[in-house]
């Protein structure tokens, strides 16, 4: 299972599960396979760094995550998830009022010079609409990601300008950290 603990871990591989904090939750079954290799030097000095403050330049913040390589897959069943800032600037921005059929596809992905790259177009339905997820998250937590989002009725009520892409999907570029989505 999962709670809102792995939201730091959990928002590597998708914004959606970032700032999960105290009173927010995150459940359902995890089931993961994941390849890592770190292609540098491991050093006593490189693992004593990790247990020291980030302020005196220590910890993963400060941690070199170009060497870290790999592969994997992510699959969550039974998600509920609440308490998720960014969740409900999605659903602020589909016009969509409840979590309702809410479900996350599998995601693949690989990692390669500090980042976590989704192999195929994650697959995440809110409120009855499908939206796509395509690019890239570091793992200092930086955002390089396009979102294709359904122009439906709905939000075309709410936006009347988009009545040229009614019925197509938007892509809109989604930047900034996994705490700070812009």
Not at 136 to 153: C, H, K, N, Y
Not at 165 to 178: D, E, N
Request: proline letters at 5%; one cysteine or more; a neutral charge.
């Amino acid at each position: 299972g999962a709670n809102a603990a792995v939201s730091p871990l959990l928002q590597i591989l998708h914004p959606i599960f970032g700032r999960v904090g105290e009173g927010g939750l995150i459940e359902g079954q995890i089931d993961a396979a994941i390849d890592l290799s770190y292609r540098a030097p491991v050093t006593t000095d490189l693992l004593k760094s990790l247990n020291r403050p980030e302020a005196e330049g220590g910890g993963w913040k400060n941690f070199r995550k170009e060497p870290i390589h790999g592969r994997g897959r992510f699959a969550m069943t039974g998600l509920s998830l609440k308490g998720s800032p960014f969740l409900a600037q999605l659903l602020g921005a589909m016009e969509v009022e409840s979590l309702e059929g809410f479900d996350l596809d599998p995601i693949d992905f690989a990692i390669r010079s500090g980042r976590v790259h989704y192999q195929n177009p994650v697959i995440l339905r809110i409120g009855g609409q499908t939206t796509q997820w395509t690019g890239s998250i570091g793992l200092d937590q930086t955002l390089d990601l396009a979102w294709e989002i359904p122009v439906t009725e709905r939000l075309l009520a709410k936006h009347s300008f988009l009545k040229y892409w009614a019925g197509q999907s938007l892509k809109v570029k989604v930047r900034g950290t996994c705490v700070r989505p812009e």
